[in-house]
């Protein structure tokens, strides 16, 4: 069974081949969604592009409104009306409270907070016009505990802000026809921290998750896959946790 047949998809954070959005896009084309990738990192993206034989890619920074706005613009031109905005794009630092410099935390403010806002005003006014749309954010787990293995205050502020903004987006837009809901991963087993997860850290991390394992990015594609369809299509304004167990409520 195919999930979203003629769905057209934008997916954010596919500049890596081990990202949850490259995990995304491909098990949303698995399941007959057409897919627009976005990443800052054109030569990342070029690659993700290539392996799963996507040729609508657009190189953009979230933290730009302008660039999100025309890459928008371009998608519903090329691949027709968006139905589905997957936010995962994300930067995280694990840098101690006194040592965050003021660049540090815009870069991290914005890419991760800002970024998500900034793409959802760009896709909502043809959704709007259409009365229909589906906005999945992916957020962190680090949002809810108050940070993680690796990141800190900056990384757990920006990430618990888009609990909050996909709510009040899910408030504000669920009498248009238009739901968003947020997803919190726990430790993901990938390239996100750039080579900080060292396989000592992944077995103490493993050892604390009562599935006992970490999580991998099509673990959390799973979950978009689940809020982007109309499996979910009652949910809104949820905040839907994938970690194993990690945090239990």
Do not use: W
Not at 3 to 17: P, R, Y
Not at 30 to 48: C, E, K, N, S
Not at 177 to 197: C, E, L, Q, S
Not at 215 to 239: K, M, N, Q, R, W
């Amino acid at each position: 069974m195919t999930l979203l047949d003629g769905k057209a998809a934008v997916i954010t954070g596919t500049g890596s081949l081990n990202s949850i959005g490259t995990a995304t896009a491909r098990l949303f084309r698995q399941h007959g969604a057409r897919v627009a990738l976005l990443d800052i990192d054109q030569q990342g993206l070029t690659q993700v592009a290539d392996a799963l034989n996507v040729p609508n890619i657009h190189v953009t920074d979230v933290r730009n409104a302008d660039q999100c706005r025309e890459a928008i613009d371009r998608i519903n031109r090329e691949l027709g009306d968006i139905d589905i905005l997957v936010n995962s794009a994300g930067i995280v630092y694990g840098t101690k409270v006194l040592d965050i410099c003021g660049d540090e935390y815009e870069q991290v403010l914005d890419t991760n907070l800002r970024g998500t806002f900034h793409m959802a005003q760009a896709v909502l006014p043809t959704m709007k016009a259409r009365g229909l749309g589906n906005i999945v954010c992916v957020s962190s787990i680090a949002g809810q505990s108050g940070g993680g293995v690796f990141g800190s205050s900056h990384y757990a502020a920006a990430k618990s802000g888009i609990f909050g903004l996909a709510k009040a987006l899910a408030r504000e837009l669920a009498p248009e026809g238009i739901r968003v809901n947020a997803i919190a991963p726990g430790p993901i087993d990938n390239d996100f921290t750039h080579g900080k997860m060292t396989p000592e850290i992944k077995r103490e991390i493993a050892a604390k998750v009562p599935l006992g394992r970490l999580g991998t990015p099509e673990d959390v594609a799973g979950a978009c896959l689940f809020l982007a369809s109309d499996l979910s299509s009652y949910v809104t304004g949820i905040v839907l946790d994938v970690n194993g167990g990690l945090l239990i409520h």
